[in-house]
């Protein structure tokens, strides 16, 4: 299965993102969908993850309430809808996969990665 990230730029503070993470396939190696991000000599960090099914959705707190994670129903695509940017946003955003199943939140359980994509938030 390959993961492939898209959608990030340079924008302002206060406008909005959708990032995109278009998978090959759908299998159960990847039926939970995740993304992180990495600041420049930051570690990778958590910022949501959900099941295709929907089942479980999960938002980090640092982000909740401006960053939503959703799918598209017809295309094997999540997405992440960054919302009132802010320049500690800046960071190159993540796409990973994995199986179900506990500590989703941690990158170390994702065997599956997309490339990243920049955002970058001017203030």
């Known amino acids: 299965v390959q993961l492939q990230a898209s959608g990030g730029g340079l924008v302002q503070a206060g406008d909005s993102l959708r990032l995109s993470c278009a998978a090959s396939e759908r299998t159960a190696s990847v039926e939970v969908i995740g993304w992180f991000r990495q600041a420049p000599g930051k570690e990778r960090e958590f910022v949501a993850a959900r099941s295709w099914s929907g089942l479980w959705i999960y938002v980090a707190d640092s982000v909740r309430g401006r960053f939503t994670i959703s799918r598209d129903n017809t295309e094997n695509i999540v997405f992440l809808q960054l919302n009132s940017l802010k320049p500690e946003d800046t960071a190159v955003y993540y796409c990973?996969?994995?199986?179900?199943?506990?500590?989703?939140?941690?990158?170390?359980?994702?065997?599956?990665w997309g490339q990243g994509t920049e955002v970058t938030v001017s203030s």
């Open positions: 990973a996969g994995r199986p179900v199943g506990p500590d989703s939140t941690s990158f170390k359980t994702y065997p599956t």
